[in-house]
């Protein structure tokens, strides 16, 4: 079946480590999306790429880092410069970037730092 | 610029009675509209979009919305709720490119047996 894996479901970090979110994807799409999504607030996009070797900043890029090397895979790095890192986190793809092309979903990673 | 708010937090029905999830959205351009699911712990699923062709738009598991331009809605609907209906749901417009959704904040709903 076609979809978007995310792993690991949950992750625990310590404070001040980096750790890397996976996002791989057998749609053949070729835009992927990170988004976090905090209780009781809509989803906020982090970065997205439309294209191999090219991404772009979302709205709250500050303190992660992301790579295209692959059309099917974009891990997302959380680096210890995110102030508030815990938080659930979800990529997604679309056939385009353009705004009719609906989005599919991982089923996310809950990242904890303590 | 684009927005949309979501009217209701939390939604309560009884199973077997009907569903409606308002929205109400601001664009300054020809919106792409949408509405999708979200289970705990999941990612979301999309339910239906609406893309300025008819204005009832059906979805899966007999959901369907309404884009009245009048008002600036996309309420969804549903006529009788079913216990797996129990969910989030977030509304989402889209003019300039999926780079730039706007998600509302979601409306949690629950279904009382």
């Known amino acids: 079946d076609g979809g978007i894996t995310q792993s690991p479901k949950y992750l625990f970090r310590k404070e001040g480590q980096n750790v890397t979110l996976s996002c791989e994807q057998n749609l053949n799409h070729d835009a992927m999306y990170w988004y976090r999504q905090d209780p009781g607030q809509g989803l906020r996009l982090i970065y997205y790429?439309?294209?191999?070797?090219?991404?772009q900043k979302g709205d709250i890029a500050e303190g992660y880092s992301v790579s295209r090397e692959k059309k099917e895979s974009f891990p997302l790095t959380v680096t210890s410069a995110q102030k508030n890192p815990t938080a659930f986190y979800l990529c997604a793809s679309s056939i385009t970037d353009m705004g009719n092309s609906p989005l599919h979903f991982g089923n996310g990673t809950r990242l904890t730092v303590t | 610029a684009q927005s949309v708010t979501q009217l209701d937090s939390h939604v309560s029905v009884s199973e077997g009675t009907p569903v409606l999830l308002r929205c109400n959205y601001s664009?300054?351009?020809?919106?792409?509209l949408f509405w999708y699911v979200q289970h705990p712990n999941k990612g979301l699923q999309l339910l239906l979009k609406?893309?300025?062709?008819?204005?009832l738009v059906k979805g899966i598991n007999g959901f369907e919305a309404e884009f009245k331009k009048s008002e600036t809605s996309f309420h969804l609907t549903k006529p009788s709720a079913h216990m797996s209906d129990a969910a989030e749901y977030f509304c989402v417009v889209s003019a300039t490119g999926a780079n730039n959704l706007f998600f509302g904040t979601g409306t949690r709903l629950t279904v009382i047996p």
């Open positions: 609406y893309t300025s062709a008819a204005t």
């Open positions: 664009s300054s351009y020809s919106p792409s």
């Open positions: 790429s439309q294209i191999v070797n090219d991404f």
